[in-house]
């Protein structure tokens, strides 16, 4: 199929598909006597592993040593394959952890901000804030 067709079907613009050919991320592809490029349809499912593998958060790199190559000696065994998706879900995981403690911190500023002691002025509250925020960085690293 032509580039055309695939980005109409994979939803990917013309040149992301030849920036991930030119990346080694898809096999280069033969050329027709026009010149235009002849996809096999393979290369639909190879272009939604890689689009969803982004969303998941791989980088390029990560996704390339990933994927099957056609030289066999290149070739990714099962067992890497599976090291490398636990590496990501592992990195995920120390995300969801450090958002949870950003989550935690934000909603503290917002409870300091509406609860205010009666009478002191916002200046004063953030830096009554602050000094609590210091406090507890002081313990954490304790």
Avoid: W
């Amino acid at each position: 199929m032509k580039i055309g067709e695939l980005a109409s079907l994979s939803g990917l613009a013309p040149s992301r598909i030849r920036f991930y050919e030119a990346s080694g991320l898809i096999a280069q592809v033969r050329r027709g006597s026009n010149g235009y490029r002849e996809y096999p349809a393979e290369t639909l499912d190879l272009l939604e592993i890689i689009r969803c593998a982004q969303q998941t958060g791989f980088s390029l790199e990560e996704i390339r040593n990933l994927l099957p190559h056609s030289d066999p000696s290149q070739q990714r065994g099962h067992d890497e394959l599976l090291a490398g998706l636990r590496r990501k879900v592992a990195e995920i995981e120390a995300m969801e952890r450090q958002l949870r403690q950003n989550r935690e911190q934000l909603l503290a500023v917002i409870d300091g901000i509406e609860n205010k002691p009666a009478g002191m002025d916002c200046q004063a509250n953030a830096e009554r804030m602050m000094a609590g925020m210091r406090e507890r960085k002081a313990r954490g690293a304790q």
